[in-house]
């Protein structure tokens, strides 16, 4: 299944303009990561309200999920380095407001859940250039590679990130960690600066709305991606909310607060771990490995259904961690070599879109359901359905031989 060939050293990959995206690419997670974090507890800190904090982190998914598939367009019509440039200087100058506010005292709900609005709109300009720009930057035989350094850093960085958040919150106040945070994504604008102009895509000159129609003309021929994503909003539907919602609930029922962070902590070292690992891995059958493995994140609803325990649900998430890793790291790969490059920001948009659409309705679904047939029977179920949707792209000749 596997080889331990090495196409391009990694030392070599990060000393030339892929390293200066990683770098960037790394600093402008670390802001992100914090801004979750650190908006959230400023917001709690200054108004004490919870309904405030519901209205602004809606206020930044909202226009994600609104705007994704406009992304995708301009993604593949403009040059995805000054996107990325411009995203990031647009969310730095975001949070710095929203630092300045609250720092002088002059907090507003509909101000702040505006700049968070607007964070949230940036987001989905950003998100389809990231993507769609690692192949303009690596060879075709380093884009697993690539893709699992960018992993596993990420994996580092939401470990770290969310402690330096609530450090600086606690210490110096909500204001002056969004301030820090203001300064990650000017830090990550300049290094992305350093990508090569020559970084981009043709300019387009068709409308933005024949650019998306012909988007999803692409997207809809590739059946083997839409199979799939439709596999992923399966997952999120049946993983998001009751993993976040149920998984809390049963282990601190069973073992108390630090059993839930116990496990999320285990998870996170296997999420980690398979990443460093992905980097020394060549796969022959990357997609068909990635979706055989992708059953594995199934283990810890399955665990919460029989036990609750907290080690049999830590030992199913680490495992898990592992098998989910390898289905993005795979996944990446898989659009960026195989989906035309004048339409991978819009095919990555759709597929992003398919898979993130049904998150919110999952949260809201999570609990009345357990309420009616039982927390424990709920997991179980959706454990089986996420392994059932795991494996449906299988049934595509393509993913089996690819």
Excluded: K
């Amino acid at each position: 299944m596997t080889t331990t060939s090495s196409p391009t050293p990694v030392r070599v990959l990060l000393r030339g303009r892929f390293g200066w995206f990683f770098a960037g690419r790394t600093i402008d997670l670390f802001g992100s990561s914090m801004t979750t974090v650190a908006l959230s507890l400023a917001v709690l800190q200054t108004s004490g309200n919870a309904t405030d904090l519901g209205i602004v982190l809606a206020a930044n998914m909202l226009p994600m999920l609104v705007l994704l598939l406009a992304g995708g367009v301009l993604a593949d019509r403009f040059s995805r380095r000054l996107l990325l440039i411009a995203a990031n200087l647009v969310s730095g100058a975001a949070i710095a407001a929203v630092a300045v506010i609250l720092l002088t005292g002059r907090y507003h709900l509909g101000t702040v859940a505006a700049l968070s609005l607007l964070t949230g709109a940036v987001g989905a300009f950003a998100a389809p250039a990231l993507r769609g720009i690692v192949p303009e930057l690596v060879a075709d035989d380093d884009l697993q590679r690539a893709n699992a350094l960018l992993s596993g850093s990420g994996h580092a960085v939401r470990i770290i990130a969310p402690t330096v958040a609530a450090l600086l919150t606690a210490t110096a106040g909500g204001g002056w960690a969004l301030a820090v945070d203001a300064c990650t994504y000017l830090v990550a604008a300049l290094l992305f600066r350093r990508l090569p102009a020559g970084s981009r895509t043709p300019a387009a000159t068709r409308a933005l709305p024949d650019g998306l129609a012909a988007g999803w003309r692409v997207f809809r021929s590739l059946r083997w991606v839409v199979l799939t994503s439709l596999s992923f909003a399966v997952i999120n539907a049946v993983n998001v909310g009751p993993w976040n919602i149920l998984g809390p609930l049963l282990v601190t029922d069973h073992d108390g607060a630090l059993g839930w962070g116990a496990v999320l902590s285990i998870r996170a070292a296997g999420l980690l771990l398979m990443s460093v690992l992905a980097v020394r891995l060549v796969l022959r059958r990357p997609l068909r490995t990635g979706r055989l493995l992708g059953v594995l994140p199934a283990l810890p609803l399955l665990a919460l259904g029989l036990s609750g325990d907290m080690w049999i649900v830590a030992v199913a998430a680490f495992v898990g961690g592992l098998g989910f890793t390898v289905s993005a790291i795979t996944w990446d790969t898989a659009l960026q070599s195989r989906v035309p490059r004048e339409a991978l920001s819009r095919v990555s948009a759709f597929d992003d879109l398919f898979s993130y659409a049904a998150i919110p309705l999952s949260q809201l679904a999570a609990g009345p359901l357990a309420a009616a047939i039982g927390a424990h029977r709920l997991a179980l179920l959706c454990g089986l359905v996420y392994a059932v949707a795991a494996l449906a792209p299988l049934a595509s000749r393509e993913v089996r031989r690819a």
